[in-house]
T-cell receptor, first 113, second 114 residues
Framework: KQEVTQIPAALSVPEGENLVLNCSFTDSAIYNLQWFRQDPGKGLTSLLLIQSSQREQTSGRLNASLDKSSGRSTLYIAASQPGDSATYLCAVFYGGATNKLIFGTGTLLAVQP | DVKVTQSSRYLVKRTGEKVFLECVQDMDHENMFWYRQDPGLGLRLIYFSYDVKMKEKGDIPEGYSVSREKKERFSLILESASTNQTSMYLC?????????????FGPGTRLTVL
């Protein structure tokens, strides 16, 4: 069964700290992987998309890495700010018969001022 | 910027009512999706559409139907609302012939069925 897991479910850090969010997936035959941000009561905003042939993607203070062979991705946030507080969701796209995004349940991040 | 809008942010309905959730996107995207999001279960795909009048079942289509009469609009219909359909409903769209392209999400509709 294709599953996506995010641990921890919640994380609290002081402002300015660098942090890493983790995502693991059971089936390594992915097409791509996306990281989303969700603010309370709101929809999802796409942060980064990594194709299966790529190892990482960067956008500003965010860096996402992908290791297909171990079934893992990390989202690195540098110099965290209170405005980074949100839920971060990882989603894996499987092609073929699955042909859809499979989402993790997210990590709720709180950055304390 | 891609904009996906949903007709209501909050909705309260009674058991047995027919409920319509509307989603509109302004970027001429071919693909549109309906998800529901529940604590501990994440996002689950209800239905999706890759063209006007085309629809495909997702993982949890039971109790729902959809309509796509125009390219920009994708409606989710709860034929007879039940309390277990209380949830956050999210609409998304993406371009291209591949569903692997980035999906753009609307703000969500929080539906409560009493």
């Amino acid at each position: 069964k294709q599953e996506v897991t995010q641990i921890p479910a919640a994380l609290s850090v002081p402002e300015g700290e660098n942090l890493v969010l983790n995502c693991s997936f059971t089936d390594s035959a992915i097409y791509n992987l996306q990281w989303f941000r969700q603010d309370p009561g709101k929809g999802l905003t796409s942060l980064l998309l990594i194709q299966s042939s790529q190892r990482e993607q960067t956008s500003g203070r965010l860096n996402a890495s992908l290791d297909k062979s171990s079934g893992r991705s990390t989202l690195y946030i540098a110099a965290s700010q209170p405005g980074d507080s949100a839920t971060y969701l990882c989603a894996v796209f499987y092609g073929g018969a699955t042909n859809k995004l499979i989402f993790g349940t997210g990590t709720l991040l709180a950055v304390q001022p | 910027d891609v904009k996906v809008t949903q007709s209501s942010r909050y909705l309260v309905k009674r058991t047995g009512e027919k409920v319509f959730l509307e989603c509109v996107q302004d970027m001429d995207h071919e693909n549109m999706f309906w998800y529901r999001q529940d604590p501990g279960l994440g996002l689950r795909l209800i239905y999706f559409s890759y063209d006007v009048k085309m629809k495909e079942k997702g993982d949890i289509p039971e109790g729902y139907s959809v309509s796509r009469e125009k390219k920009e609009r994708f409606s989710l219909i709860l034929e007879s609302a039940s309390t277990n359909q209380t949830s956050m409903y999210l609409c998304a769209s993406s371009s291209g012939t591949s569903w692997s392209d980035t999906q753009y999400f609307g703000p969500g509709t929080r539906l409560t069925v009493l």
